[in-house]
């Protein structure tokens, strides 16, 4: 098993299928983004060419490959507004395994690893990340990966038929 991964600079547009391949997974949507209430968790969204061109305004994506095969993508941002702590020179990061293949395998260990090494490249201290309490598998992960809790946001997304939390974390570099 070998993986790579690229830093996405020039979006195409098979690009832009697989990645509303995965945006529209019924069983990723829970997981990768909030949603207020039923009705935006049922809601499918488009990315286009332009919109992923945007998105790289401040978005660094990086692309995971697995034996040459895309299987997801992963990205920080630097201090947005959205942070828990608010301290300069943080990463907020994200990440989608969005090939069912490469899930629960060890990839997204790997993965994050060369993510936060590209970090401390940029020369920022802290990275923050959200993850919902539902998620035991991204929460075990980041644990393992030496991220600690740091607060929590009640009522953040909504999953059947309820609410759930939203669980800060941090590390630093
Ligand atoms: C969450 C996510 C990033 C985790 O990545 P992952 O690669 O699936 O998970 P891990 O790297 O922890 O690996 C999972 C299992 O592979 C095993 N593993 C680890 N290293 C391994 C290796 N070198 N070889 C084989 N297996 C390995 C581990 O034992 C682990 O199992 P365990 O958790 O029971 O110990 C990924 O599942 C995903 O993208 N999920 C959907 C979207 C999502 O939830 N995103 C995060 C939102 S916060």
Redesign the pocket.
Known sequence: ?TTHFIKLTEPTSSLIKVINRWENDPT?IP??RPNRNKSELESRYKVTLDGLIKRLENHHIYLIYLNDQLI?EMNYMIDPSHLYKKEPGTAWI?????ESI???????????QYLEEQIKKQGLKRIE????EF?E??Q??YQ?MGYKEIGSIDSFTFWQDKMWTDIRMEKYL
Do not use: H, S
């Open positions: 098993m990723l997981l990768t997801g994200g990440i989608t395994i969005g490469g899930r629960g395998r060890g990839i997204g260990y790997v993965a994050i990340l959200g993850v919902f998620n598998q991204a075990k992960l393992k």
